[in-house]
């Protein structure tokens, strides 16, 4: 990588939570880096808390008392040494204001520049800016009010689709499949912009049906070199948030994947850009791909990258942010096998997808084999509140095709035991092990069409099934009689265990 | 001897199980019976709430968690929503139909005296044995009726914990 004109940061802290903190923990630790956490007072026994060498409270329980307040982590951050600021993904990644003040303590924040953050931040901006440069945009606009989008509406035909200028996550967003609708959607898009962004501009563009999610990773350095990393497909989505994403996409040829990989550097040269991005596009049937957005962050999903490409992305990212240039050139990139990622939400599949919270009494994460990794936030104990995301941990596998990686996929997920709240597992399963999945005809609406019954099945227990409720009910009842009437002892070992305990 | 009637969540479907150890000189194995099946079956508990089943040669880790109404369990890679339904027996009340067949010593002590012989009925929360620790008394019970089947201790012994003091069985006369 070359060595850092100023020499490497000695101490990083990671102003996050979950998986990516412990993530982020790992990489610092290999990279020999002192690694600073912080967290909520529900998040202080948490597993991103013991995986860094340091914590801090952030003292509250909302993301708005604790891990957006930028000016606690800045305090933390300067009273206890850290050179440089992570801030994963969410929360304060994509606050231009927050790598601005960051940059003005001192603090070296790891990530693309105030500015870069700042115009990608603002959709409209983004989509004018890159199609000035000549990315290729879906047809659309942007008014100051709902009859300036009509107008745009009654050009551009239905369906269409109204999106948040501040959008990300899904919010604030709605599909009108026709002018009747229009209005309504209008103002609802509006008003849930406004509530979850302050700030509820608006704009409309074309619809595309069955559209497939490919999304190219980009990367440059301080010295203005720039490569894409190819591309992840994010069909699979509930509610606009993707829940698989695979890496390379069965949708690309390699003609395709050199038009789109274009278009992604395009952007990115166009911006400048350093560190870790992210180029969005929709894919429509006739292989014609348009601009979505820029995620100036690192990708929830971007193990399938890691994996696919040999690279660490944070290590890069931290390397980058150190004034280190690139370590390779576009030519030098050349993707090996094939990488997918599930993501495990604490939510209930046959319900609407609503979030479960809980205490996690099992996490027992299939261990083992070639090519599969766990990113995961939670152990035994750990509480899901609801304060938070519900993504609990990401699991990973990487094959040497694809027909291999689903398989792998499909027997990590039969294998994978969470207990103490409702995940969506088993969900993952029926997906994966959908036929149209195993042919790779995926596109944004893959769920709609082919799995709103597989989240209502109630399949039959097993006979193992019955035995083991037999058996914990047996138990805790023993348990229970033993404790009622046994005053002394009642730590005895043979209590937790029963009186028929038989090994 | 445990017989349950187990139900799934939205209480459709029931089944009557009975998993019954095979006997004291085999730890872990179990005859199961639900409905017209019945199988030999060893659990090898990993834990208090997880471990192994073999059913018909095939090895199937689980894991349960109890809840006040119900136990998860997930094997097979699925999670099974389980809840205890009314007595199979169809005798005790309030659900708590879960039987035993052993009281052990829950302390290392004395057997100060039993209070039951082999063959006699007895109801739920009688005195079975007491036992001394400490120089404290303590009654030992169980929360059903049954009969004893055999005394394994005597007045006088001193016990370790978990020594086994009294073989239980069902009262077919109150079945």
Redesign the interface.
């Known amino acids: 990588m070359g060595i850092p004109p100023f020499g490497m940061f000695s101490k990083v802290l990671i102003a996050n939570r979950g998986e990516i903190a412990v993530r982020i923990a790992q990489t610092l630790r290999e990279m020999g880096i002192g690694s600073v956490a912080v967290y909520s007072t529900p998040d202080s026994g948490a597993l991103h808390v013991a995986s860094a060498d340091e914590a801090y409270p952030l003292e509250g329980e909302s993301a708005g008392d604790t891990y957006l307040r930028g000016d606690k982590i800045i305090e933390i951050a300067v009273s206890h040494g850290v050179e440089a600021i992570h801030p994963g993904y969410g929360f304060l990644s994509e606050n231009a204001e927050f790598a601005q003040a960051c940059a003005d303590a001192g603090l070296t924040f790891i990530g693309p520049t105030p500015e870069v953050i700042r115009q990608m931040g603002d959709k409209i901006v983004a989509k004018k800016v890159l199609a000035d440069a000549g990315v290729p945009m879906l047809p659309g606009g942007s008014a100051n009010d709902a009859s300036g989008l009509k107008k745009h509406a009654s050009r551009i035909g239905y369906p269409a689709i109204i999106k948040a200028a501040a959008g990300g996550g899904g919010r604030g967003m709605r599909i009108v499949k026709k002018a009747a609708d229009l209005k309504q959607a209008i103002e609802a898009a509006q008003r849930e912009a406004g509530a979850a962004f302050a700030d509820s501009r608006v704009f409309i563009e074309k619809y595309i049906e069955k559209a497939r999610h490919i999304e190219f990773q980009i990367f440059g350095d301080s010295h203005g070199n720039v490569v894409h990393m190819f591309e992840r497909e994010c069909s699979i989505q509930r509610r606009h948030q993707k829940i698989i994403e695979e890496s390379p996409s069965p949708g690309l040829d390699p003609a395709l994947r050199k038009r789109m990989g274009e278009s992604a550097v395009l952007a990115a040269k166009t911006l400048g850009y350093s560190n870790a991005g992210t180029v969005e596009f929709m894919l429509d049937a006739n292989g014609d791909h348009y601009f979505l957005e820029v995620n100036t962050r690192l990708q929830v999903e971007h193990p399938v990258t890691e994996m696919t490409l040999g690279q660490d992305l944070v290590r890069l990212q931290v390397c980058v942010a150190n004034g280190a240039k690139l370590p390779f050139g576009q030519d030098d990139l050349q993707p090996r096998g094939h990488a997918i990622e599930c993501r495990i939400y604490a939510e209930d599949a046959r319900n609407g997808f609503t979030p479960s919270i809980g205490m996690i009494?099992?996490h027992?994460a299939p261990l083992g084999g070639h090519g599969v990794r766990v990113d995961s936030g939670i152990s035994r104990g750990s509480l899901v509140t609801v304060h938070y995301d519900a993504m609990l941990a990401k699991l990973v596998v990487w094959a040497a095709d694809r027909p291999a990686a689903v398989d792998s996929m499909k027997s990590a997920?039969?294998?994978?035991?969470?207990?103490?709240v409702?995940?969506n597992?088993?969900f993952l399963?029926a997906v994966v092990g959908h036929s149209a999945f195993a042919a790779g005809h995926l596109h944004t609406g893959f769920l709609d069409e082919h799995c709103s019954a597989l989240a209502h099945s109630?399949?039959?227990?097993?006979?193992?099934?019955?035995?083991?409720?037999?058996?914990?009910?047996?138990?805790?009842?023993?348990d229970?009689?033993?404790g009622?009437?046994?005053?002394?002892?009642v730590t005895?070992p043979?209590?937790?265990?029963?009186?028929?305990?038989?090994? | 001897m445990?017989k349950?009637l187990?139900k799934?969540q939205?209480g459709e479907?029931a089944?009557d199980?009975d998993?019954t150890?095979v006997s004291p000189s085999q730890?872990?194995?179990?005859t199961?019976a639900?409905g017209e099946?019945q199988?030999q079956?060893d659990?090898?508990?990993a834990g208090?709430?997880?471990?192994l089943?073999r059913?018909h040669g095939r090895v199937?880790?689980?894991?349960?968690?109890?809840n006040k109404h119900h136990?998860?369990?997930?094997?097979?890679?699925?999670?099974?929503r389980?809840e205890?339904a009314q007595a199979a027996t169809g005798r005790a009340a309030g659900g708590?139909v879960?039987?035993?067949?052993?009281?052990?010593a829950?302390?290392p002590g004395t057997v100060l005296r039993i209070e039951v012989e082999t063959g006699q009925s007895f109801g739920p929360?009688d005195p079975l044995i007491i036992i001394e620790?400490?120089k404290?008394e303590?009654?030992?019970?169980?929360?059903h009726a049954g009969r004893v089947k055999s005394i394994t201790c005597k007045e006088g012994d001193l016990v370790a914990?978990?020594a086994m003091l009294v073989q239980l069985e069902d009262d077919q006369d109150n079945g």
């Not at chain 1, 043979?494 to 090994?503: I, K, L, M, T």
């Not at chain 2, 136990?71 to 099974?80: A, E, L, P, S, T």
């Not at chain 2, 303590?138 to 929360?143: A, E, G, Y």
């Open positions: 009494a099992h027992a997920l039969e294998r994978y035991a969470v207990l103490g409702t995940t597992i088993e399963r109630d399949e039959e227990p097993p006979p193992e099934a019955l035995i083991a409720a037999a058996w914990a009910l047996a138990k805790s009842q023993v229970r009689s033993l009622e009437r046994v005053t002394q002892a005895s043979w209590q937790e265990a029963g009186p028929w305990r038989s090994c | 445990m349950l187990l799934n939205s479907k089944w199980v998993l150890r730890p872990g194995s179990y199961f639900s099946q199988s079956v659990i090898k508990p208090a709430d997880r471990g089943i059913l199937s880790p689980f894991y349960t968690v109890r136990v998860d369990v997930w094997v097979h890679g699925k999670v099974f389980i205890q708590a879960v039987h035993s067949n052993v009281l052990i829950p302390m929360h620790s400490m404290m303590t009654t030992l019970s169980v929360p914990m978990g």
